[in-house]
């Protein structure tokens, strides 16, 4: 099977290091309890030219000193000797090069990465059977398209079903929705 994953609070945790550089950039002391939308800028109250300069300031910094989410790096390691997997993020490419030394210093193995903002484009170009993603617009986009997507839970998607939409609340329930996907799609 061919997995598209995403990064940020998919694989690893980004909203503690953006609060930890916005609350540095803001002066202000917000914490994940506070988080309840995707776009965490939003908290601040920042114009695009504040949320541009701050991302471009401490962009580096957030990404490097993000952690793994609990089982993340066991669980693709086993998927990695038995699926495709594609890295799929909306990163900006002037984080390409941080990004990859992330994942080779946490051990992360994956066959692709790729840095777009239309993710149901990218996946249906390469062909990817099952996205793993925390965006709820992306799950929603997914599921209008009929195309199953695994929603990593996040106080921010916590609305958002649909047929082909799959909660995990963990990386442990993830490994259960690709295994009973496999099944579905007749690929064991």
């Not at 099977?1 to 950039?25: E, K, Q, R, W």
């Not at 998607?157 to 259960?176: Q, T």
Request: charged fraction near 20%; proline fraction near 5%.
């Amino acid at each position: 099977m061919h997995i598209g994953i995403d990064l940020d609070n998919t694989i690893l945790d980004a909203t503690s290091p953006h609060l930890h550089y916005y609350n540095i950039a803001s002066g202000l002391s917000f914490t994940p309890d506070d988080v309840n939308d995707f776009y965490l800028y939003r908290l601040y109250g920042w114009n695009q030219d504040e949320i541009d300069a701050v991302y471009i300031k401490y962009g580096h910094d957030i990404h490097w000193n993000s952690s793994p989410l609990p089982m993340a790096v066991d669980i693709l390691q086993e998927l990695y000797g038995r699926h495709q997997l594609s890295i799929i993020t909306a990163r900006p490419p002037c984080f390409r090069e941080v990004t990859m030394d992330w994942l080779k210093r946490h051990d992360i193995s994956y066959h692709h990465i790729a840095f777009v903002e239309n993710k149901l484009q990218a996946c249906m170009n390469a062909k990817v059977d099952v996205m793993i993603d925390d965006g709820p617009h992306y799950a929603e986009q997914f599921g209008r398209a009929n195309r199953p997507v695994i929603l990593y839970e996040q106080p921010y998607n916590l609305s958002v079903a649909g047929d082909r939409i799959y909660r995990a609340a963990n990386w442990m329930e993830v490994r259960k929705h690709i295994d009973c996907l496999e099944t579905q799609l007749n690929l064991v």
